[in-house]
Every structure is written in C-alpha cells, then in structure tokens.
C-alpha cells in the first residue's frame, strides 16, 4: 500500500518540530521529508538533516528545474519540498511528513486532495510568544514577522483535517501519535473529523 502523504502546519513557536520528533520516534511507517532553504543554519542544525540549506540562486535553480512538490516565501526566505524523495517514500509504503507554512500547505491540497492535513498550535498568541522567545533562535525583527504570521495562519485553522492544541506536552505528544497512527496505518477514514 502506498503512504499517505501528511502536511503539519502551524504557527511559528508552536511545537510542530517537537511534536514531529516525538512522532517519528513513535510510528515506524512515517518518513520526514527534509525540506530546502534559503535560510541560514541556526546552531546545531545539520545540513541534509533539518534542511538542504541553498543560496536564493540554487534555490531559483531548483525552481526551474520543477523539483519543488510547493515552495514559498516565508518571513524573507524560501522554502521548499523536494519531490522526488517524497514520492520514494510513498511509494516505499511509508507516510511522510512535511512540515510546511500556510501557502505550501494550500499548494499541497489543491495538488495532491487525499493529503492528511494536520494543523499544531499553542493555546494563545502570548504562549506562542513565549516559545519563541525560550527558543532563542530568532532576531526580534524575525520575531516580530513571524507572530504577525501567525495571526493569518491561526484564521485558516478550519481549512485543516486535525487540530492540535499543544498546551500540555504530555497530552499533546499523545494526541500527535494517535493522529499519526491512525493516518499511516490507513486507519479508518469514518473517524475523521
Ligand atoms: P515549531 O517547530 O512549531 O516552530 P518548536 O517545536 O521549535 O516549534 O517549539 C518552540 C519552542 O517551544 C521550543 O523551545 C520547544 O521546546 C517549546 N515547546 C514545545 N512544545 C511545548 C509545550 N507543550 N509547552 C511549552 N513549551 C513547548
Ligand atoms: P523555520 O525557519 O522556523 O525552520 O521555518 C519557518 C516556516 O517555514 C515554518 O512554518 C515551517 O513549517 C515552514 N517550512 C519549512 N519547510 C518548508 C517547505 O518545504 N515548504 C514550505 N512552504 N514551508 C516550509
């Protein structure tokens, strides 16, 4: 059986690489899809591992050679998902993740309708706030961009198939798997919201 492919998407800050990681740990069938970028490295990320990190002209390259399954523009740099990698893993049985924006993940839907659309968010603005302040890895200006995003991307929660409301860690990491098991083991489509 071919995977399922699954867009999370979500405010900046909201916890949907935690909650990524803790998936993948837990559900053996799922796969990530690595993404690229024009954005530079924060410390500790690995090139090939959390991005295939490119300048804006290998990007363009990219681009014109048609690789991107979507791409967009986010906060001043781009970002897309490679789609020749993506289609090995579907067609290996696995599901894949892709942890995208807004823009790529409408892109997605209206490319691919069988898509599991899952949508992460922190229960209020100020908590998103917090988080990404905690974080540390952006420049107040990006900050800034960034939560102002997130007001947009916390309207368009409706156009999702899941919500998670990632307050309790616990409890979300839980909800986060059990949405992820039932989509990559082909769970019943009866259940879905
Ligand atoms: P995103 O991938 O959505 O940008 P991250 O997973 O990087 O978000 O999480 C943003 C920050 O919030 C991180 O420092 C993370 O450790 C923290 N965080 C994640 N989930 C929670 C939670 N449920 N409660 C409090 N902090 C959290
Ligand atoms: P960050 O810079 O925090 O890693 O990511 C910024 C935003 O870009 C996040 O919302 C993340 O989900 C999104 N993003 C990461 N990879 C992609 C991608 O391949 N395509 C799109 N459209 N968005 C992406």
């Given at each position: ?43 500790g ?15 363009e ?6 690789r ?7 906060s ?18 696995r599901s ?15 490319k ?14 100020d ?26 991307e ?18 979300a ?20 919201p």
């Amino acid at each position: 059986m071919r995977g399922r492919l699954i867009v999370v998407s979500g405010p900046s800050g909201a916890g949907k690489s935690t909650l990524i990681r803790a998936a993948l740990d837990a559900v053996p069938q799922l796969a990530y899809s690595v993404s690229a970028t024009t954005r530079a490295p924060r410390p500790g990320e690995v090139d090939g591992r959390d991005y295939v990190f490119l300048s804006r002209e290998e990007f363009e390259r990219w681009i014109a050679e048609d690789r991107f399954l979507e791409w967009a523009e986010y906060s001043g740099n781009l970002y897309g998902t490679p789609e020749q990698k993506v289609e090995e893993f579907l067609d290996g049985g696995r599901s894949v993740i892709l942890e995208i924006e807004l823009q790529g993940a409408r892109q997605v839907r209206a490319k691919r309708p069988d898509a599991a659309m899952v949508f992460v968010r922190a229960p209020s603005l100020d908590e998103t706030r917090r988080r990404l302040s905690g974080r540390a890895t952006e420049t107040e200006e990006a900050m800034k961009t960034r939560l102002a995003t997130a007001v947009e991307e916390v309207a368009a929660r409706d156009e999702f198939d899941y919500e998670v409301v990632n307050g309790d860690r616990e409890r979300a990491r839980r909800e986060m798997i059990e949405i992820m098991e039932s989509i990559a083991t082909g769970g019943n489509d009866a259940a879905r919201p």
